[in-house]
């Protein structure tokens, strides 16, 4: 399948601070939106129905799963999240550009349907600096901890199959490196020819 916009996808650990740089960088960026996911587990605290995700029962998450109207899904710490072809199909065939902030399992599915999707892996600078991030954000339980640490040595074993690697140990620098990644993927000729086809044109490239 090939769409006229791009496919960015970030996979991090719990903690990494996929969230907090995905944020900043649709802040700097209008011409990226995020794709607002299905999930089967229950609002957290502020979360909003169609703001941070689309809170469904199990379900119609399965119903969802047999109409096939998922282009991913996976199940991440005992709960259903998917990606509804309606998320971004509209935009990326319009030629926007779209971020999905998901779980590896699933960024390894989009790769497989769109292998021009660009897989960008978080990692923390350090088990250590992971862990005390886990706590910082509020996740207090010992046990929640040890079993976050625990999935995270497993996820951060998946970065080799990403295209990109940033480090988040300066926020700031994390944020720039991101922004870099975004920055080149729209540089390619083959984007580039479709988006300012007037300078090819004009140059007899086309
Ligand atoms: P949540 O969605 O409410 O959990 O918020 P996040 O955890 O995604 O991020 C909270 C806020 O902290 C966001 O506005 C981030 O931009 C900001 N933030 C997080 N870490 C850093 C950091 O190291 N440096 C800077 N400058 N901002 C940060
Ligand atoms: P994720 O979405 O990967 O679970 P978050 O974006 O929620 O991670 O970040 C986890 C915690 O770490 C948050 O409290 C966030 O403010 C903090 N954080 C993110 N990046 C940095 C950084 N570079 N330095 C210090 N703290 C950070
Ligand atoms: P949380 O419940 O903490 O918001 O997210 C838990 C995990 O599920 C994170 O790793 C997040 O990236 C992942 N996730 C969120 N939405 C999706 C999705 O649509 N598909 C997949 N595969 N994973 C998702």
């Known amino acids: 399948m090939e769409y006229p916009g791009n496919l960015f996808v970030v996979a991090a650990p719990s903690g990494a601070g996929k969230s907090s740089l995905v944020k900043a960088l649709l ?6 939106s995020v794709s607002v996911s299905h999930t089967s587990r229950a609002p957290r605290g502020q979360e909003q129905h169609g703001r941070e995700y689309l809170f469904i029962a199990p379900d119609e998450f399965r119903s969802m799963v047999d109409r096939s109207e998922f282009f991913e899904w996976a199940e991440v710490h005992g709960n259903l999240y998917g990606t509804s072809r309606a ?10 550009d779209v971020v999905l902030e998901i779980d590896y399992q ?3 599915q989009i790769k497989q349907l769109f292998p021009h999707a660009v897989l960008i892996f978080i990692l ?3 088990w250590d600096e992971l862990k005390q991030r886990l706590i ?5 339980e010992e046990a929640v901890i040890a079993q976050r640490m625990e999935n995270a040595r497993h996820e951060v074993a998946q970065a080799r199959h ?3 690697v940033v480090i988040n140990a300066v926020f700031e620098t994390a944020l720039f490196d991101l922004k870099s990644v975004v920055q080149a993927q729209r540089l390619k000729y083959a984007t580039q020819r479709r988006n300012r086809s007037t300078v090819f044109r004009a140059l007899d490239l086309i």
């Not at 802040?27 to 990226?32: G, N, Q, R, T, V």
């Open 87 to 96: 998320a971004i199909e509209a935009r990326i065939s319009h030629g926007d």
């Open 27 to 32: 802040e700097l960026d209008a011409k990226l």
């Open 124 to 126: 923390p600078p350090s």
């Open 106 to 108: 699933g960024a390894l």
């Open 162 to 164: 990403f295209d990109f």
């Open 136 to 140: 910082r954000r509020g996740d207090t």
